[in-house]
C-alpha cells in the first residue's frame, strides 16, 4: 500500500522561503517519483512540479523558477524547495503518485501540509 507523508508547510511573508518534504513507503522511486500538486481554497488542484529524474523536470507556469523539486531514492523523499513566495501560493500542498497496473490508473494523494504567505 502506498502512503504518502508531506511536512515542512507553516506561515512566512512574502519573500520568503519554505521547503516541503514528502517521505514515500509501499514504493520504490525507480517505479516513479511522486510530484506535487496545491489547491487554494475554491479551485482545482493544479500541478507544481514533477520530475522524471534529476534533468528532466515539470513546472506549473505561475513557478517562474521559484521552486525546485528534488529527490532522494535512498530516502524514499521528495521535497519542493519553495523561495520568493507570494500571498497567491497560499494553498495546501500534496504530494501525488500516479501508477498504472493492468490498465488502470491509480492516484495516490498525502494529507496535505498547508502553506500560508501573508503579505
Known amino acids: 500500500q502506498v502512503q504518502l507523508v508531506e511536512s515542512g508547510g507553516g506561515l512566512v511573508q512574502a519573500g520568503g522561503s519554505l521547503g516541503l518534504s514528502c517521505v514515500a513507503s509501499g514504493t520504490i522511486f525507480s517505479r516513479g517519483i511522486p510530484d506535487w500538486y496545491r489547491q487554494v481554497t475554491g479551485k482545482q488542484r493544479e500541478l507544481v512540479a514533477s520530475?522524471?529524474?534529476?534533468?528532466?523536470?515539470k513546472y506549473g507556469d505561475f513557478v517562474k523558477g521559484r521552486f525546485t523539486i528534488s529527490a532522494d531514492s535512498a530516502k524514499n523523499t521528495v521535497y519542493l524547495q519553495m523561495n520568493s513566495l507570494e500571498p497567491e501560493d497560499t494553498a495546501v500542498y500534496f504530494c501525488h503518485l500516479e501508477r498504472w497496473s493492468r490498465g488502470t490508473r491509480y492516484d495516490y494523494w498525502g494529507q496535505g501540509t498547508q502553506v500560508t504567505v501573508s503579505s
Open positions: 520530475m522524471s529524474s534529476s534533468t528532466n523536470t
